[in-house]
């Protein structure tokens, strides 16, 4: 694990500062590259096997495929089943994490929550199972890494701020770095769903701050402001992902006033499968 660089940008008018932990790796980069530090740390003769779940735009299944490829590990991902169109697609994450070596294993709908709940019943003392979005108690090593490389920087900003699926990244930040607001917004149901799933983990500190955004989008669909916006920051010089970065940079916009530095989530790699959702709707 290496310390990402910090890159500062123009938006709006306003200065922001972003962590590049975009940078740390083609596949294994963002939060997921925080997420799963303890594993990577992990000696390859240890394990044999991971096991994940979710769907199949998941930039961790994504890092998970590209990590048991470095360290020889089988991968299972199980999901509901797909279409003939998204499993013959020759672009987007779930495309390069069959390449990097992923079995996937279609789960019927009726069986998959019960399959899930009962994954851990059928392992071994060599498997290891990640839950949907790296949301697991181990990811706290990798952000309190994260937080000793802000500590470090000693960059003067008052808040940080990263987007939530599960909330693991910005809960963790939080109770690291107890001297820092910490912002996120809800990219995945709305607050009560996000509190309930941090919660889960770890009772929520007070720096903890949740942005509701102005409207409701629908998880991982396309929508023209999210466009442009993610055109708006690359103008800027950095590309952010289309599914959780939008919703987080128009929730600082319209509600913080102050520096923020920026904890880039990774998850680029996607935008190739979401882009060709926006052609499809006429949106480029």
């Keep these: 694990m290496y310390n990402t660089p910090t890159t500062q940008i123009s938006v709006d008018g306003r200065v922001f500062y972003v962590k590049r932990d975009d940078l740390a790796d083609p596949f294994l980069a963002g939060n997921k590259f925080r997420k799963l530090h303890a594993l990577l740390q ?15 735009q998941s930039n961790a299944m994504l890092a998970i495929a590209a990590m048991c490829r470095k360290k020889n590990w089988h991968f299972a991902y199980y999901t509901k089943p797909l279409s003939n169109t998204q499993k013959n697609e020759n672009y987007g994450n779930f495309f390069h994490s069959k390449k990097l070596g992923m079995e996937h294993v279609e789960i019927e709908e009726p069986y998959y929550k019960d399959f899930v709940a009962s994954m851990r019943l059928r392992m071994d003392e060599r498997t290891f199972v990640v839950d949907q979005g790296g949301a697991v108690e181990e ?3 990798g952000l309190e890494v994260l937080a000793e490389e802000i500590r470090g920087s000693a960059l003067d900003v008052p808040s940080l701020a990263t987007p939530s699926g599960t ?11 107890p001297e820092y607001k910490v912002y996120t917004t809800p990219c995945v149901g709305n607050s009560e769903y ?16 949740i942005l509701e955004p ?20 690359f103008s800027s010089g950095i590309e952010f992902d289309l599914i959780y970065a939008p919703s987080m940079w128009m929730a600082l916009l319209e509600q913080t006033q102050e520096e923020i530095l920026y904890i880039h989530s990774g998850g680029v790699s996607g935008n190739e499968s979401m882009l060709a959702r926006y052609r499809q709707k006429g949106f480029l």
């Design 214 to 233: 102005k409207k409701k989008y629908h998880f991982a669909k396309p929508y023209k402001e999210f466009l442009q916006i993610q055109q708006k920051l």
């Design 167 to 177: 909330g693991t990244t910005a809960l963790f930040l939080a109770l690291s770095l």
């Design 42 to 56: 992990t000696p390859p003769q240890k394990l044999d096997k991971i096991i994940s779940y979710g769907g199949t």
């Design 194 to 209: 996000l509190k309930k799933q941090m919660s889960a983990l770890h009772p929520l500190p007070q720096n903890l701050i």
């Design 139 to 141: 990811a706290r090593l």
